[in-house]
């Protein structure tokens, strides 16, 4: 019997990557879905790095929890004082609202226990996704591409995860580059479209849960309404690409793994990794083998809960009707 040969798609999540990690775990360790093909945004870039050393033998699942489990805010992001920050403000010079320099120095700490140092040491095939802040361009790091390859993994890594308004901005390669931002904030925050240049059998998307009780919004605070529509966009971006990209290609079976917790997880808090490890863990084994492959029907069903979704729905099914009359 042939290999199934399985991709992991990996989206951001900033705290609750430990939730995807006890995703990647539980599918390689409880049901052999051992992939060969990684794309990752943000949080989801550095598990790509993560998960493809432990499967290279250079690093192991302990090291991975510890690392996430032990992790404090301050060891990630720390905060600007207000008086340098009212001083910024003053000279525009303010790109972020926290000092992001610790997280470059956990990321090489990782790095030099892995052993590894540029993205083109990475076994297997990987991609890690940003996006060019000066025009919007959805970049795509590729572990096999001669010149992404000699990048520094550090460097990467900051980049992808450089979530717009909280952190800033970040130059790839370090010092000399473009500055990049969270690959979210475009095209890739399901880094699902790079993974069409392979032919695959599954693909795993690993999303951070959702909550039966989100936050609720204060409509009267300029922050809350600009995350709250940041999150709107993304969440209808990634609706559309779970619906449409498993009917470009139905012969890959397309499996979306997002837990639903009782209460949310912030994503900026980092010091709950193990209790979200545990929640996610637990709801696997009670869920896993509830999911389903993603809907590759064609022509597709009304999409009542998103009108923009269904629209471009029927739109292609209009086109491969008129593909099929010509062809006869």
Same mark, same amino acid.
């Given at each position: 019997?042939?290999?199934?040969?399985?991709?992991?798609?990996?989206?951001?999540?900033?705290?609750?990557?430990? *939730?995807?990690?006890?995703?990647?775990?539980?599918?390689?360790?409880?049901?052999?879905?051992?992939?060969?093909?990684?794309?990752?945004?943000?949080?989801?870039?550095?598990?790509?790095?993560?998960?493809?050393?432990?499967?290279?033998?250079?690093?192991?699942?302990?090291?991975?929890?510890?690392?996430?489990?032990?992790?404090?805010?301050?060891?990630?992001?720390?905060?600007?004082?207000?008086?340098?920050?009212?001083?910024?403000?003053?000279?525009?010079?303010?790109?972020?609202?926290?000092?992001?320099?610790?997280?470059?120095?956990?990321?090489?700490?990782?790095?030099?226990?892995?052993?590894?140092?540029?993205?083109?040491?990475?076994?297997?095939?990987?991609?890690?996704? !940003?996006?060019?802040?000066?025009? !919007?361009?959805?970049?795509?790091?590729?572990?096999?591409?001669?010149?992404?390859?000699?990048?520094?993994?550090?460097?990467?890594?900051? !980049?992808?995860?450089?979530?717009?308004?909280?952190?800033?901005? *970040?130059?790839?390669?370090?010092?000399?580059?473009?500055?990049?931002?969270?690959?979210?904030?475009?095209?890739?925050?399901?880094? %699902?479209?790079?993974?069409?240049?392979?032919?695959?059998?599954?693909?795993?998307?690993?999303?951070?849960?959702?909550?039966?009780?989100?936050?609720?919004?204060?409509? *009267?605070?300029?922050?809350?309404?600009?995350?709250?529509?940041?999150?709107?966009?993304?969440?209808?971006?990634?609706? %559309?690409?779970?619906?449409?990209?498993?009917?470009?290609?139905?012969?890959?079976?397309?499996?979306?793994?997002?837990?639903?917790?009782?209460?949310?997880?912030?994503?900026?808090?980092?010091?709950?990794?193990?209790?979200?490890? *545990?929640?996610?863990?637990?709801?696997?084994?009670?869920?896993?083998?509830?999911?389903?492959?993603?809907?590759?029907?064609?022509?597709?069903?009304?999409?009542?809960?998103?009108? !923009?979704?269904?629209?471009?729905?029927?739109?292609?099914?209009?086109?491969?009707?008129?593909?099929?009359?010509?062809?006869?």
């Amino acid at each position: 019997m042939a290999t199934k040969r399985i991709a992991f798609c990996i989206t951001g999540g900033g705290a609750r990557i430990s *939730q995807q990690a006890a995703m990647c775990d539980f599918l390689i360790n409880e049901k052999g879905k051992v992939p060969e093909v990684f794309s990752g945004t943000s949080a989801g870039g550095l598990l790509t790095v993560a998960v493809d050393s432990i499967l290279a033998g250079r690093w192991g699942w302990d090291g991975l929890k510890n690392t996430l489990w032990n992790l404090k805010n301050d060891e990630v992001y720390k905060k600007i004082s207000p008086l340098k920050m009212a001083f910024r403000v003053m000279c525009k010079r303010l790109p972020a609202w926290y000092d992001t320099s610790p997280e470059r120095e956990l990321f090489r700490k990782m790095l030099k226990e892995i052993k590894i140092n540029k993205l083109k040491e990475l076994k297997g095939i990987c991609y890690i996704c !940003g996006v060019r802040n000066q025009d !919007g361009h959805d970049t795509r790091w590729y572990n096999r591409d001669k010149n992404h390859g000699e990048l520094k993994i550090e460097d990467v890594l900051m !980049g992808t995860s450089a979530i717009p308004f909280k952190f800033p901005p *970040q130059e790839v390669p370090y010092n000399s580059g473009p500055y990049y931002v969270d690959g979210g904030a475009g095209r890739d925050f399901s880094p %699902l479209e790079v993974l069409f240049e392979h032919e695959l059998d599954e693909i795993y998307v690993l999303i951070p849960g959702r909550s039966k009780n989100p936050p609720k919004i204060n409509s *009267q605070w300029i922050v809350d309404n600009v995350y709250a529509a940041v999150d709107h966009m993304l969440n209808d971006l990634f609706d %559309l690409q779970v619906d449409y990209y498993p009917r470009l290609d139905p012969d890959t079976a397309f499996y979306v793994i997002q837990p639903v917790f009782e209460y949310p997880f912030d994503p900026m808090d980092f010091e709950k990794g193990f209790e979200q490890y *545990q929640a996610t863990w637990k709801w696997l084994e009670k869920n896993f083998d509830k999911i389903k492959p993603q809907p590759s029907d064609w022509p597709p069903k009304r999409h009542k809960a998103k009108p !923009g979704i269904d629209t471009i729905l029927k739109f292609m099914a209009r086109r491969e009707r008129k593909r099929k009359k010509r062809k006869r």
